[in-house]
């Protein structure tokens, strides 16, 4: 065999192993060695010790031991990296933050998008029921009631620690987890070589199917036509209706991603309000936040100066644990130089008083906003779902608050004590590069400590129902215009 023939198969050998490597059935199976998982554990404890900034908000040190404890003593001499993966969610998920996430590493989630591991259809949970939110092959408003032998309900209790909240644990993390059923069940589950799925039709009869395990591409296209959801398309939109004299304000995101975008968010609500202020027939505005999981701060005290009838702070008060960046090395690349540019201005100009653990910012530091020359005077309503958190939900208590808004809907998945916020600090574990992201900055509303641990909780309840979703009716406007705006006229 000549010497060039022996290179070529060589070469061919070589990138046929790479990409059955690359093509492996389940990333997340690959086992990983007691001594790496122990190192990273340890490094994850470091990284919270010295840089969370509420860490022992709702979890105590001792419990926090006992649970880190625990874990350690549960690493076998190998161990898969999704069960890692696991171990490490469950802990940021006590820790009651909602901002605190683990995410895998990314050069696994690269892989993903054309590998057939995950379930076919999204889903919805209306009424602790999982329903198909899809017209594809099974029809909307078909419940699942098991999926390969696992009920709907302890499917969606296993996955709900993925969905972190702001304090204690709730309802809205199995919305959540039912709104991402797919990509969760395979990071906790794996991927099946089929989904037996046993069903209760519309006419009440109970069916079994099999389904083949479908590609994150196929599943991004079914997700994008569902048959239920509340629109994220267009960011923001306002209307008024002529014939009942009401407005309504839709906000889907507080983060506009560009100063240019940012500037025309402002004129957008300065041009809106001032509208508003001339048109004194219009005496109701609704605002609809659903599916807002918030964004830039700035922006939820710049609309709340517009209903607010008194100046506001910003925060009561705004701490950090550190002084400069720490494990710098452990960054992550998508951190990049700009975001850490802002951090560190941030530490060296903001956080100038020192505390017993960290430091703060100064109430001279602490901005006051002033009610806006337009601001409307009329009656409020503002729409919430699971998703409501960080900026958005800091917005709803501000407004339930200063302005006597009413809320209709369900609980935020964001405090109204307390939460985290700034920027990001992002890092990978060394050993795996399972990734860690967590804000560097407490922030402490003008709450009391009655709304502890908890998210706004709405002056009307009222959850998306069977029937709505069936007619694919939107109950939570429905209830304002039937219900609260016709008791005004």
Avoid at 97 to 126: E, G, V
Avoid at 233 to 258: M, P, Q, W
Avoid at 338 to 362: K, M, Q, W
Wanted: with cysteine.
């Amino acid at each position: 065999m000549n010497l060039a023939r022996f290179f070529l198969i060589g070469v061919l050998a070589f990138l046929l192993g790479c990409r059955q490597q690359q093509l492996s059935p389940d990333p997340l199976a690959e086992k990983i060695d007691r001594q790496d998982a122990i190192y990273d554990i340890k490094f994850f404890r470091e990284l919270l010790d010295d840089a969370h900034p509420s860490l022992h908000e709702y979890i105590s040190t001792q419990r926090l031991n006992t649970i880190f404890d625990s874990i350690m003593a549960s690493v076998p001499d190998k161990l898969p990296l999704r069960e890692l993966f696991h171990k490490l969610t469950f802990i940021t998920n006590e820790i009651g933050c909602s901002h605190t996430t683990t995410q895998l590493p990314a050069s696994i989630d690269d892989t993903l998008f054309n590998r057939k591991l995950f379930f076919p259809f999204p889903t919805i949970l209306i009424e602790n029921k999982l329903y198909i939110n899809s017209d594809q092959t099974l029809d909307h408003g078909t419940q699942i009631l098991t999926v390969n032998g696992r009920s709907a309900t302890s499917l969606l209790d296993s996955l709900a620690l993925y969905n972190s909240v702001d304090g204690f644990h709730r309802q809205t993390q199995k919305e959540a987890a039912a709104a991402d059923f797919a990509y969760e069940y395979y990071m906790r589950f794996g991927c099946p070589d089929k989904f037996e799925l046993v069903t209760r039709e519309k006419d009440g009869k109970a069916e079994t199917h099999i389904f083949e395990p479908v590609t994150l591409r196929e599943w991004n296209e079914r997700f994008d036509a569902r048959y239920y959801f509340d629109a994220e398309d267009v960011t923001y939109h306002f209307r008024i209706n002529e014939e009942k004299k009401y407005a309504v304000l839709r906000i889907a995101d507080f983060n506009l991603g560009s100063d240019n975008s940012e500037a025309a968010f402002e004129h957008f609500l300065k041009n809106n309000f001032q509208l508003l202020s001339f048109r004194k027939d219009v005496k109701d505005l609704i605002i609809d936040l659903r599916e807002n999981t918030g964004g830039w701060l700035y922006n939820c005290f710049l609309l709340n100066s517009y209903l607010s009838p008194k100046p506001f702070d910003e925060y009561q008060d705004v701490t950090t644990r550190i002084s400069t960046i720490p494990y710098k090395s452990y960054l992550v690349e998508t951190t990049g130089t700009y975001d850490t540019a802002e951090i560190r201005e941030s530490l060296e100009e903001e956080f100038l008083a020192r505390t017993s653990n960290g430091y703060r910012i100064p109430d001279s530091l602490i901005k006051k906003w002033a009610p806006d020359k337009y601001r409307f005077t009329g009656r409020v309503y503002i729409i919430t779902n699971h998703a409501v958190s960080s900026a958005a939900s800091y917005f709803t208590w501000m407004a339930q608050t200063y302005s006597d808004a009413k809320v209709v809907g369900v609980e935020t998945s964001g405090g109204t004590y307390n939460s985290n916020g700034f920027h990001m600090l992002k890092y990978q574990l060394p050993q795996t590069f399972i990734r860690i992201r967590f804000p560097y900055a407490r922030l402490q509303y003008h709450s009391d400590r009655s709304g502890r641990g908890r998210g706004v909780l709405p002056d009307y309840v009222k959850p998306d129902s069977d029937e709505s979703f069936s007619e694919n009716e939107d109950l939570q406007i429905k209830f304002i215009i039937d219900s609260l705006l016709s008791k005004n006229r």
